[in-house]
């Protein structure tokens, strides 16, 4: 199929689409999705990169600002959103007691056969939604990282923040990863074989449409695929709302503590705890 065609057809479609105020509609429930999901995000380093510096810096973090009745004994660990186990896995290897929570039954069964492979310390995976896992312990330390922070609207996002202090430790830290600068809108026609597909076992093409509200600070991106076996165009939405510090800060309860870990050209980190006498305040990030 001529390529100015293929282009044409996709276009269309993502003029075409409409959306509500607030539809999250990557399928996640789709078998094959989370699948390929995992596959292009597990495997694929340049999605993320390796995990070691996001340990690093957890537990540089952990060490100045945290505390827990094992003294200078390695955190327990709640890993939300874990995936398949990227963080969860390289926390265990150096020594901490980690349970690592994901709503995709696809990336939890990948994450337990890669923990089958590791040493160190206790690790386990629960196939749960993070908004209503109940975890029945508390942990020192509490982690929703990769940017998940901006895929929830902000009434949700300060429920899950409030559930969630309610299970740390004495002392606990809660640590949330907020996405940095704002991307430029843009849009991109990719062919097979130029990625590794999402969307489709097979060979499709795929556009990818760009939409920033700066004002709002709100993402929306569009993805129309051709599927070269079923000659159909199928388009995705995924809204992401991307939340300065100040605003993290005002979804806290008033017991609640929060500094900002800031790196540079890296993603800041709210880091939170429950700790009723610490002073809210910002500081520089540890452990450049």
Not at 3 to 21: E, F, K, V, W
Not at 67 to 92: E, Q, T, Y
Not at 112 to 118: L, Q, S
Not at 172 to 184: A, H, M, S, T, Y
Request: proline share 6%; hydrophobic share 40%.
């Amino acid at each position: 199929m001529d390529d100015r065609l293929i282009q044409g057809r996709l276009s269309t479609a993502l003029q075409a689409c409409t959306d509500g105020a607030w539809e999250r509609r990557f399928p996640w429930g789709d078998a094959g999705f989370a699948r390929r999901f995992v596959r292009v995000t597990d495997e694929d380093a340049q999605w993320w990169g390796p995990p070691e510096p996001d340990v690093s810096r957890i537990l540089d973090i952990w060490s100045h600002w945290g505390r827990n009745a094992g003294g200078d004994n390695p955190p327990s660990v709640l890993d939300l959103a874990c995936g398949a186990g990227r963080h969860a896995i390289a926390l265990a290897w150096t020594g901490c007691d980690v349970i690592g929570v994901d709503v995709g039954g696809p990336a939890i069964d990948r994450a337990v056969e890669k923990a089958n492979r590791r040493l160190g310390g206790e690790i386990g995976f629960v196939e749960a939604d993070i908004e209503t896992y109940d975890p029945g312990r508390k942990f020192d330390l509490i982690q929703l990282l990769s940017g998940q922070c901006s895929d929830f609207p902000a009434t949700e996002l300060a429920v899950l923040i409030r559930r969630y202090l309610d299970f740390l430790t004495g002392g606990g830290l809660l640590v949330l990863e907020l996405p940095g600068q704002l991307p430029d809108p843009e849009m991109s026609y990719r062919k097979p074989g130029e990625h590794a597909s999402l969307f489709s076992d097979g060979p499709c093409w795929e556009m990818r449409s760009t939409e920033v509200d700066s004002a709002a600070r709100l993402t929306c991106d569009r993805y129309a695929v051709l599927t070269e076996a079923e000659d159909r165009v199928t388009v995705y939405t995924n809204w992401r709302l991307f939340y300065p510090a100040d605003w993290i800060a005002q979804m806290l309860p008033s017991t609640a503590a929060m500094r900002v870990d800031h790196r540079r050209s890296r993603p800041d980190w709210c880091v939170i705890s429950n700790s009723p006498g610490n002073q809210k305040q910002s500081a520089e990030g540890v452990g450049r």
